[in-house]
C-alpha cells in the first residue's frame, strides 16, 4: 500500500520517462473518462494522456464551464473511481511505480485529504463526509448509478437510457471492444459505440464509438472522443450539428498547487 508522501510524490511531479517522451515529440492519445454526480449538475473528467499522465477537470453542466485542475503523473482506474452525490469530493485509485492506493480529494485536485487501501471489490470499508458517506468496496458499477439499466440480467451489455424528456428516444451504448462468450465486465472498458433508438427498438442513428456519452441536462446528446467533448442537439428526434464546447487536446503536464479550500474538508 503507498502511503501519503507517495501520494504526494506523484502529484504535481512529472515521470521522468513521460518526460523524455514528450521530449522526442510522441504525441499522446487522450482519453477521457467522465462521472457524474447524482445530487448536482457536476462531473469530474479523467483527462487521460500521455501514459502515467492523468488530469482532473470540473465540469459544471448548468455553463459547460470546465475548470482544469491537477495533474498526477501515476495511473488513475477511473472506473473504480467515484464522485460524491454533491460534486465537491472525488473518490479515486491510483498506482505509480508499483505503489497503489485510493484517495479522497477536492474536485478538481488530486492532493489527498485521506489515503487508504484501495480494497477494490471486497472488504468494505467506508470514509464519512458529512453530510454525504463515500464507500470504498464492494464497489457498485457506475452505470446504474448514472442512470443507465441492462436490457437483460444486471452487468450485461448493451444498456439504454431514455432521453430525459423524449420518452421513446433512446441511448443505447455498447462494449466497443470483442465480447468473449457474451460476457462483458463492468470494468476496464476504453470505448463504446452509442445508437439512438425509437420507441419500437428500430435504430435511427449510429453514433460511432466514443470515450463516453450521455444526456445533457439541456436535453442534448454529449459525445467525449479523440479529446473533444461535443453537444450535439436533438432536432425533431435526429442528431443536429455537433458544437465542441471543450479541447483537451495539446495539454501539458503543468504544476498547480491546490488552494488552501482543497486541504480542508
Given amino acids: 500500500m503507498a502511503k501519503r508522501r507517495d501520494v504526494e ?8 520517462d513521460v518526460a523524455d517522451d514528450q521530449r522526442h515529440n510522441q504525441i499522446p492519445t487522450v482519453g477521457l473518462w467522465i462521472l457524474r454526480a447524482s ?22 453542466l448548468r455553463t459547460d464551464d470546465f475548470q482544469r485542475g491537477q495533474w498526477m503523473a501515476a495511473r488513475a482506474y477511473a472506473d473504480r ?6 460534486g465537491v469530493y472525488v473518490d479515486y485509485v491510483g498506482i505509480r511505480r508499483g505503489n497503489e492506493w485510493r484517495a479522497i480529494a ?5 492532493t489527498p485529504l485521506a489515503v ?5 471489490w471486497v472488504s468494505p470499508t467506508s470514509t464519512a463526509l ?24 444486471p452487468g450485461a451489455y448493451p444498456l439504454h437510457k431514455p432521453h430525459p424528456t423524449i420518452p421513446d428516444l433512446v441511448l443505447q451504448r ?10 462483458a465486465s463492468w470494468t476496464d472498458r476504453h470505448a463504446y459505440d452509442y445508437r439512438l433508438f425509437d420507441a419500437r427498438g428500430d435504430v ?15 436535453g442534448d446528446l454529449a459525445v467525449a472522443r479523440e479529446g473533444l467533448i461535443t453537444r450535439i442537439p436533438m432536432l425533431r428526434r435526429a442528431p443536429g450539428e455537433a458544437r465542441v464546447i471543450a479541447d483537451f487536446n495539446g495539454e501539458t503536464f503543468e504544476k498547480l498547487p491546490p488552494p488552501p479550500r482543497a486541504l480542508v474538508w
Fill in 204 to 218: 435511427e442513428h449510429d453514433l460511432g464509438t466514443a470515450d463516453w456519452g450521455d444526456w445533457h441536462p439541456s
Fill in 116 to 120: 487508504r487501501e484501495p480494497t477494490g
Fill in 39 to 60: 445530487a448536482a449538475p457536476i462531473a469530474v473528467i479523467f483527462r487521460r494522456g500521455p501514459t502515467k499522465q492523468v488530469r482532473l477537470v470540473r465540469w459544471d
Fill in 81 to 86: 473511481s467515484r464522485i460524491s452525490p454533491d
Fill in 174 to 183: 455498447r462494449d466497443a471492444r470483442p465480447v468473449m462468450d457474451g460476457y
Fill in 130 to 153: 458529512p453530510p454525504w458517506l463515500l464507500h470504498s468496496g464492494p464497489l457498485w458499477p457506475q452505470e446504474p448509478l448514472d442512470g443507465w439499466q441492462p436490457v437483460a440480467e
Fill in 106 to 110: 477536492k474536485v478538481p485536485y488530486f
Fill in 9 to 16: 510524490a506523484a502529484v504535481d511531479n512529472e515521470d521522468d
